[in-house]
Each structure stands twice: as structure tokens, then as C-alpha cells.
């Protein structure tokens, strides 16, 4: 059995007022709900058992309270980190999906085609978003070595894309793995491989 370099724990933060509405949910800083609030705090003990080394954030709110109330039941401090931050929906942001199909339909049924190439209008594509997921993995390869179990709270887009870096599966803007909000994804990294042990789990 080979030694665990690093465990990675890829959490999605709890619902937000878009998720709630069925809106894209980008850079817009959106607040959790009542309902988020409560996933997070039961997902924040089942986490306590884990023994965190580490908590990194997303700079958005609703990534950032998820972070605080998983650092306080864990006895840690959440650290912000930019890279983290949700892919940019230009002028998608905000709007429910069924709006962003009746103003940019075409644009709209080409992005659902799955090409990660293209980005909604004046919005980041999911190439881009996966180039700041591989620059991310690759900080954290480095500087975690000794199997520390270091959690990453952010955004359904940015963590598909960290573990398609991964466990190398091709990217797609139909989403190939399915994160719930307030759900946690455990990746164990050992060298250049990565196994994929747990998804998506509350």
C-alpha cells in the first residue's frame, strides 16, 4: 500500500439564494439560505471527525461562511485564496436559466453542446477555469508532501474542474460529476496519481 502525499477534500458550500432561485451563481456574491446555513453547519461536525490540516476558501460569501463554520467546529482558520473563486458567467450571472435560454438561446444551446472552449458572453470559459485548477493542484502538490488532509471550499464549476485535472476526465459544460451544495469530495493524491474515494457526500 503506498503513502497518501496529500488528501484533498473538495467541498461546495452550502446553498445560496441563486441555487435556490435555479440561477447561475458566478462571480455575483451571493448569500447562503436558511437551508444552506443548516447544511453547512451538519456537514461542518460530520467533517470534525476527519481530522482537518488545513482549510482553504473561495473569496465569495457563500463559500466563505462555509469555510468559517467547518474552521470553527474543526478548531482552525479558513484561509482565503483567490484562485478558488467560481468561473466568470459573464452576462449569464444572476439569471435563471430558463431567462439566460429565452435572451441568448444560441449562445446558450452551443454552451450546453459541452465545449469547454466556449464562455457565456463576456464570461470565462471552462479551459480558463481549468488552468486555474491545475495551477492550484499543482501549489498544493508541492507544498503538501506528507499526507495532510487539506480541504478546498468553493464552487460546483472550479471543483469539476480540479477533479477532472485530476482523474483526468475530459472537460464538458455538461458537467460529467454532479456536487450537491454542502457536499464534500475526497481525492487522495499519491505522486502524479490521484484516486477519486469518496463523491459528493454529506
Same mark, same amino acid.
Given at each position: 500500500?503506498?503513502?497518501?502525499?496529500?488528501?484533498?477534500?473538495?467541498?461546495?458550500?452550502? =446553498?445560496?439564494?441563486?441555487?435556490?432561485?435555479?440561477?447561475?451563481?458566478?462571480?455575483?456574491?451571493? $448569500?447562503?439560505?436558511?437551508?444552506?446555513?443548516?447544511?453547512? =453547519?451538519?456537514?461542518?461536525?460530520?467533517?470534525?471527525?476527519?481530522?482537518?490540516?488545513?482549510? @482553504?476558501?473561495?473569496?465569495?460569501?457563500?463559500?466563505?461562511?462555509?469555510?468559517?463554520?467547518?474552521?470553527?467546529?474543526?478548531?482552525?482558520?479558513?484561509?482565503?485564496?483567490?484562485?478558488?473563486? =467560481?468561473? $466568470? @458567467?459573464?452576462?449569464?450571472?444572476?439569471?435563471?436559466?430558463? =431567462?439566460?435560454?429565452r435572451r441568448y438561446d444560441s449562445e446558450f444551446q452551443a454552451w450546453m453542446n459541452g465545449d469547454p472552449g466556449l464562455a457565456p458572453p463576456k464570461g470565462e470559459?471552462?479551459? $480558463?477555469?481549468?488552468?486555474?485548477?491545475?495551477?492550484?493542484?499543482?501549489?498544493?502538490?508541492?507544498?503538501?508532501?506528507?499526507?495532510?488532509?487539506?480541504?478546498?471550499?468553493?464552487?460546483?464549476?472550479?471543483?469539476?474542474?480540479?477533479?477532472?485535472?485530476?482523474?483526468?476526465?475530459?472537460?464538458?459544460?455538461?458537467?460529467? @460529476?454532479?456536487?450537491?451544495?454542502?457536499?464534500?469530495?475526497?481525492?487522495?493524491?499519491?505522486?502524479?496519481?490521484?484516486?477519486?474515494?469518496?463523491?459528493?457526500?454529506?
Amino acid at each position: 500500500m503506498f503513502a497518501v502525499d496529500l488528501n484533498l477534500i473538495l467541498v461546495r458550500h452550502g =446553498e445560496s439564494v441563486a441555487n435556490a432561485k435555479g440561477c447561475f451563481a458566478g462571480r455575483m456574491d451571493f $448569500d447562503l439560505t436558511v437551508n444552506g446555513q443548516n447544511q453547512v =453547519e451538519q456537514l461542518a461536525q460530520k467533517l470534525t471527525a476527519h481530522g482537518l490540516s488545513y482549510i @482553504y476558501s473561495s473569496p465569495l460569501i457563500r463559500a466563505k461562511r462555509t469555510a468559517d463554520s467547518i474552521a470553527s467546529a474543526c478548531g482552525l482558520t479558513a484561509n482565503p485564496w483567490p484562485d478558488l473563486i =467560481e468561473q $466568470d @458567467y459573464g452576462l449569464w450571472d444572476g439569471l435563471c436559466f430558463s =431567462e439566460v435560454k429565452r435572451r441568448y438561446d444560441s449562445e446558450f444551446q452551443a454552451w450546453m453542446n459541452g465545449d469547454p472552449g466556449l464562455a457565456p458572453p463576456k464570461g470565462e470559459s471552462l479551459i $480558463d477555469v481549468h488552468k486555474r485548477a491545475s495551477r492550484v493542484v499543482d501549489q498544493l502538490k508541492s507544498k503538501f508532501t506528507g499526507g495532510e488532509k487539506v480541504a478546498l471550499v468553493a464552487h460546483a464549476g472550479f471543483l469539476q474542474a480540479v477533479i477532472c485535472c485530476l482523474v483526468g476526465t475530459p472537460l464538458s459544460n455538461r458537467w460529467p @460529476y454532479r456536487l450537491q451544495t454542502a457536499t464534500y469530495t475526497w481525492i487522495e493524491i499519491q505522486g502524479d496519481r490521484a484516486s477519486l474515494t469518496h463523491l459528493s457526500c454529506s
